[in-house]
């Protein structure tokens, strides 16, 4: 089994530089996650690139989502 080294890579999230998503509303923030969903799911598992771009869309998307459910709650 090959292991890879993660020394010098980012984590994925930083909540010190995070920059704040646009707050969308819960409809469209809904709607862009599923179709975030539907277009990871066709990502090649064995692509380090495909796996990257999906994990950081997938996470984009979800933090919007969050952020206007949280918006909405009046968080």
Do not use: F, K, N, W
Not at 44 to 51: C, K, W
Not at 60 to 70: E, F, G, H, I, P
């Amino acid at each position: 089994m090959t292991t890879v080294s993660t020394e010098g890579l980012d984590q994925l999230h930083d909540p010190e530089r995070a920059v704040l998503p646009i707050l969308l509303s819960v409809d469209t923030a809904r709607r862009l996650a599923r179709e975030a969903v539907a277009e990871c799911a066709a990502a090649d598992p064995h692509s380090l690139g495909a796996m990257l771009m999906a994990a950081t869309t997938l996470d984009y998307r979800l933090r919007s989502l969050l952020a206007a459910l949280d918006a909405e709650e009046g968080r």
